[in-house]
Each structure stands twice: as structure tokens, then as C-alpha cells.
């Protein structure tokens, strides 16, 4: 996440609860973070006016990519210094959305 203190290693199940506390966030960025397709779908839901998510050097687990899908008002998806963006990115279902 970006801010004025410096970046600190968040967990996955932990930047749920910082995002539901930000609705109206429009620009995310997650430097290093873990996290699964239930926390990407997550951040989604509840971040309902997201329009860019950038996305460095993760450790998310395969499948992730599909909870983008829930990110409705995404305009941009930046990935940076990822060797794997995702191994297994999910459910058609999800990625077609």
C-alpha cells in the first residue's frame, strides 16, 4: 500500500480489514503482499471505486488473477518485477467478467 510511512509487509487476511475501512480508495498498490483469489475479491467488493491496482513483485498464491473480476470500476491493472504473475489464474467464469 502507498502512503507517506513507509511500506511495511501486511499479511493477506490483514489488508482486508485495512480496505474495508477505504471505499472510496481509487488507486491501491501492493509491494511484496501475499494474498489469495478471496482477498483480491475482497479488496473488489469493498473498495468500490478502484480504478488502478499495481500489483510489485507479489507472493500471491495461483488464482488470484481471477478476483480481479470483482475490481468493477478497474481501468488499470499494473504488474511489475513478478517472475510469475500466475500460475494458475482460475475459473474461466472469473476471467471472462
Not at 509487509?9 to 511484496?32: R, Y
Not at 489469495?36 to 488502478?52: P, R, W
Request: with cysteine; glycine share 12%.
Amino acid at each position: 500500500m502507498t502512503g507517506t510511512t513507509p511500506p511495511r509487509d501486511i499479511p493477506g487476511h490483514s489488508q482486508i480489514f485495512v480496505v474495508k475501512g477505504c471505499p472510496n480508495l481509487v488507486k491501491l498498490k501492493l509491494v511484496g503482499c501475499e494474498g489469495c483469489f478471496d482477498e483480491v475479491k475482497a479488496i473488489g467488493q469493498c473498495c468500490i471505486m478502484l480504478e488502478e491496482l499495481v500489483v510489485v513483485n507479489h507472493r500471491m498464491d495461483d488464482g488470484w488473477l481471477a478476483g480481479i473480476s470483482f475490481c468493477q470500476n478497474l481501468k488499470t491493472l499494473r504488474v511489475h518485477s513478478c517472475r510469475i504473475i500466475d500460475g494458475n489464474p482460475g475459473l474461466v467464469e472469473y476471467l471472462g467478467k
